[in-house]
């Protein structure tokens, strides 16, 4: 199998922002209590918070976590985790029939956040309440000082404001099983106004308005467009969710999940500009893919009568064993987040510890990285710059959703010092190695610095990672490319992710 490819200098896509590479957590399962937060720990700090677990999420670089939920904010009141926590209640969480201790609320999630070095994207409770508590945590977050809000923080040793800069209006509020569920007009309205309160705290918050839980939404996606004309003006972003499977065990078909979520971006980016013209509005409004990833389990699953549950805290939910064939399915999807940086500001792994995760954690016991923690991570260190066109010629296949399908996932960023292109190249096919002919036009003293290799045998496609062997799948150093003359060429081992660094 061949594939040419071109890059060319002076044609750019976009600037990748960062942001591409953010993270969620929500309070469900073993995410929070379990994942990140272990007191028992023999690694917790003085905090609570697991040192391994904090090991894992530092090495990936992340730039923004969304929290606190998912389904788990729209019934959640954020008051019940502050203040001492002898004191806080123990509550029923509905989003999951599970107990939530709120022994970990917004100053401890804060303090997490800041030792990982990563900012907070807070989420209100659209559901069951609504503009009086989103203005609440607000002032709560984000004012330095003499007013009650505020004042409370203080009086919890949280002397300095956290100045959260993103703010989610609610979470799938398209969706019949989220509590408080709305009709888009309704909730339109309810964001609109939401997002107009929160910015009269400072006009430079920026706030993120539901879109669809998915594309198979019946709602979709007639929801985003009721949805924008409502509050277009007051909202930087409007957020998209898809989780992904391969129940048929049917590989190129899974891989094609990436073209048609290419579609997806598309469809939503013509609805923003067709009200965008209707209104004549003169902002932009940007993509946030605030939730994405490979899932497979189902609540059945984690325990066989959910509705029998004694509300257990912190459940085994939605814990996968990703494979290599997620590792490329991964790696993919975020190629395509940089293929169109142009309206994609913001894309969320969901989720980071434990719940359909890259992070996987033991209680008391190990953290591990999954087989997708490693795409995500050499796209979060090395796929910053500007978005690069990638024109491919190659071999395609035909899958009930999506048609031409390239066997070379590809996508390059032009590093912001423009000294280093990287190449995140992905050969689907099960069978054949790729003999790949990239020319490089355009760029000067073009040097293969570093090429890794995830797979390359389609027999693996379902190995994981697990606590006792938590290396099965690891990147090692590839081999088999070189660049001569401009031209990146060679072969790209079958069934393989591949990143590839260019001195340029
Ligand atoms: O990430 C798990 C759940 O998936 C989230 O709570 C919800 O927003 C989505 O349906």
């Known amino acids: 199998m061949k594939s040419r490819a071109t890059i060319h200098r002076e044609f750019e896509l976009a600037r990748v922002d960062d942001r591409i590479y953010s993270a969620f957590i929500e309070h469900m399962g073993r995410a929070i209590y379990g994942g990140i937060y272990e007191p028992t720990h023999p690694t917790a700090n003085e905090h609570g918070f697991r040192a391994d677990v904090l090991h894992l999420v530092r090495e990936l670089k992340i730039p923004l976590i969304r929290y606190p939920g998912g389904n788990f904010v729209s019934a959640y009141k954020w008051e019940d985790g502050i203040g001492p926590k002898d004191q806080r209640p123990v509550r029923l969480d509905l989003a999951w029939r599970s107990k939530e201790t709120n022994q970990v609320g917004i100053n401890e999630f804060a303090s997490w956040a800041k030792e990982a070095d990563i900012e907070m994207m807070l989420a209100v409770n659209l559901g069951t309440r609504g503009i009086e508590e989103a203005r609440n945590f607000v002032e709560y977050c984000n004012h330095p000082k003499g007013s009650f809000w505020s004042d409370l923080r203080r009086s919890h040793g949280a002397e300095q404001p956290y100045d959260v800069g993103m703010w989610c209006l609610g979470n799938e509020m398209d969706g019949p099983w989220q509590i408080g569920h709305m009709e888009a007009k309704e909730y339109g309205r309810l964001a609109d106004e939401t997002s107009k309160a929160i910015k009269a705290f400072n006009k430079d ?140 500001k913001i894309a969320c792994i969901a989720q980071l510890v434990n719940v359909i995760s890259p992070i996987r954690t033991l209680d008391g016991g190990p953290a591990w990285a999954a087989t997708i923690y490693y795409p995500y991570q050499f796209a979060s260190l090395y796929g910053r710059g500007t978005a690069m066109n990638v024109a491919v010629a190659g ?68 190995t994981s990672n697990t606590a006792n062997e938590p290396n099965r799948i690891v990147p090692k150093q590839g081999g088999g490319l070189v660049v001569e003359e401009g031209i990146l060429k060679g072969n790209l081992k079958p069934f393989s992710y591949n990143l590839i660094r260019i001195t340029v």
């Open 205 to 344: 918050i920026e706030t993120v308005v539901c879109g669809s839980s998915n594309d198979q939404m019946k709602t979709y996606p007639e929801w985003e467009r009721v949805v924008l004309q409502e509050c277009y003006e007051n909202v930087e972003y409007i957020s998209l969710h898809k989780y992904f499977g391969n129940s048929r065990h049917d590989s190129l078909n899974f891989f094609s999940k990436i073209d048609e979520t290419g579609r997806y971006i598309q469809t939503v980016a013509g609805i923003i500009d067709y009200v965008k013209a209707e209104k004549r509005a003169k902002n932009d409004v940007y993509i946030c893919f605030d939730e994405w990833n490979v899932w497979y389990h189902n609540r059945e699953q984690d325990h066989e009568n959910v509705q029998n549950w004694d509300w257990p805290e912190a459940p085994a939910l939605l814990e996968e064993d990703y494979n290599l064939e997620d590792a490329l399915f991964v790696g993919g999807l975020l190629n395509e987040f940089i293929r169109r940086s142009d309206r994609v």
């Open 395 to 462: 071999p395609t296949y035909d899958t009930e959703i999506a048609h031409d399908v390239n066997y070379l996932d590809i996508s390059a960023v032009l590093s912001a010092d423009e000294n280093e292109l990287t190449i995140f190249a992905i050969n689907r096919s099960l069978e054949d190695e790729m003999e790949i002919n990239v020319s490089l036009l355009g760029f000067e003293r073009c040097q293969l610095l570093d090429h890794r290799v995830m797979g390359g045998n389609s027999k693996d496609a379902r």
